[in-house]
């Protein structure tokens, strides 16, 4: 009966061990998703993605304009939304809020202003 014990305490260490090895890879990726500098490239593309498209050498507001847009606002938020800001600097984080904001204004924009 003691082996069996022992047996089932390995059998535990060894999962625990394997599920604290997963756990610190996804503390890796996390860390580097909170990387202030992640930020900052997320906010050039949200610059880059705020450039509205052309439509007769005028920017183009149409709603399937704004539709087919709609995926790629969605990734940038959730990429800003997953950025985990607790130990930043009331700067970073003062820009990450506007980044925030900025990504309000254009929700804003599409679903009440209406294209």
């Not at 599920?19 to 900052?40: E, G, H, K, P, R």
């Not at 940038?76 to 700067?91: F, H, P």
């Amino acid at each position: 009966m003691m082996n069996t014990i022992l047996a089932y305490l390995k059998q535990t260490l060894v999962f625990i061990s394997a599920c604290c090895i997963f756990a610190s890879s996804l503390t890796v990726s996390a860390v580097n998703a909170s990387d202030y500098q992640f930020l900052t490239q997320l906010f050039k593309q949200w610059r880059e993605f705020e450039q509205p498209p052309l439509f007769n050498n005028a920017p183009d507001y149409r709603t399937k304009t704004f539709d087919s847009r709609l995926q790629k606002f969605e990734l940038i938020r959730k990429k800003l939304l997953q950025i985990e800001t607790t130990n930043w600097s009331i700067e970073n984080k003062v820009d990450w809020h506007i980044l925030w904001a900025e990504l309000n204004g254009y929700e804003f924009n599409y679903k009440l202003l209406k294209p």
